[in-house]
């Protein structure tokens, strides 16, 4: 398939005006600029906006090109006439506007190839963005399962740290020694809220009948006067 031809037409929108002329004078510049390297030839080009602002660029210099090309009409002037100076002025037109539309052609192509990277450019950020969001949300569900494992180790350490209890009203009331515990926890079995910090311990000595023992019991915080043996 052949490329589809550009319909060259004034841009309606004064905003998309403004830009479309600001990118085009950019590449016509750059253009002529290449023609002048290339071809070793004197250029110069002087562009009004919208707004009536001048822009040039010239090789070596608008001045310098300008003040060739008017001496240049005066020597044909004095040499053949008037007629034929404006024979000649009208050739150097014509001959500079193909050379233009011939630019303005290469600007139009250049572009189309730009709008196309543009997109293709678009397109991958989108895909790395979707990528990234993706690949994010695998982290935080990952983050919430180790998390989710770790607390059921916690939850499992402490309810298997000690299987006897001692209230602090009977800890108080029989004088038993505190001493601290090796791995404080937080009482969950009788504290929904997990607020209850147990962190001290205390021995015990007990008898039944002939039977006497020592255990080591956790000092929870209640006002009964309890002990208990392998709490659930």
């Given at each position: 398939?052949?490329?589809?031809?550009?319909?060259?037409?004034?841009?309606?929108?004064?905003?998309?005006?403004?830009?479309?002329?600001?990118?085009?004078?950019?590449?016509?510049?750059?253009?002529?600029?290449?023609?002048?390297?290339?071809?070793?030839?004197?250029?110069?080009?002087?562009?009004?906006?919208?707004?009536?602002?001048?822009?040039?660029?010239?090789?070596?210099?608008?001045?310098?090109?300008?003040?060739?090309?008017?001496?240049?009409?005066?020597?044909?002037?004095?040499?053949?006439?008037?007629?034929?100076?404006?024979?000649e002025?009208?050739?150097?037109?014509?001959?500079?506007?193909?050379?233009l539309?011939?630019?303005?052609?290469?600007i139009?192509?250049?572009?189309?190839?730009?709008?196309?990277h543009?997109?293709?450019?678009?397109?991958?950020?989108?895909?790395?963005?979707?990528?990234?969001?993706?690949?994010?949300?695998l982290?935080?569900e990952?983050?919430?399962?180790?998390?989710?494992?770790?607390?059921?180790?916690?939850?499992?350490?402490?309810?298997?740290?000690?299987?006897?209890?001692?209230?602090?009203?009977?800890?108080?009331?029989?004088?038993?020694?505190?001493?601290?515990?090796?791995?404080?926890?937080?009482?969950?079995?009788?504290?929904?809220?997990?607020?209850?910090?147990?962190?001290?311990?205390?021995?015990?000595?007990?008898?039944?009948?002939?039977?006497?023992?020592?255990?080591?019991?956790?000092?929870?915080?209640?006002?009964?006067?309890?002990?208990?043996?392998?709490r659930?």
């Amino acid at each position: 398939m052949g490329r589809r031809k550009i319909q060259i037409a004034v841009v309606k929108d004064p905003n998309t005006r403004q830009v479309t002329f600001s990118k085009r004078r950019t590449g016509l510049f750059k253009k002529a600029n290449e023609l002048s390297i290339l071809c070793g030839v004197e250029i110069a080009i002087v562009v009004f906006s919208i707004g009536n602002k001048p822009y040039s660029f010239g090789h070596p210099s608008v001045d310098v090109v300008v003040t060739k090309f008017l001496q240049h009409a005066t020597n044909s002037n004095d040499a053949l006439g008037s007629n034929n100076s404006s024979n000649e002025v009208v050739g150097d037109m014509e001959r500079l506007n193909q050379q233009l539309s011939d630019l303005q052609t290469q600007i139009l192509e250049e572009e189309i190839k730009g709008t196309k990277h543009d997109e293709r450019l678009k397109q991958h950020e989108v895909t790395q963005v979707f990528q990234y969001k993706e690949l994010q949300g695998l982290c935080l569900e990952l983050q919430r399962k180790v998390k989710d494992y770790v607390d059921e180790i916690e939850v499992s350490e402490y309810s298997s740290s000690c299987c006897n209890c001692c209230s602090t009203r009977l800890v108080s009331k029989l004088s038993l020694a505190i001493t601290p515990h090796p791995k404080p926890y937080k009482l969950q079995w009788l504290n929904e809220q997990g607020e209850m910090i147990v962190n001290q311990q205390v021995k015990v000595s007990f008898s039944i009948g002939t039977y006497k023992d020592e255990v080591i019991c956790d000092v929870v915080p209640m006002e009964a006067g309890h002990l208990l043996f392998g709490r659930p």
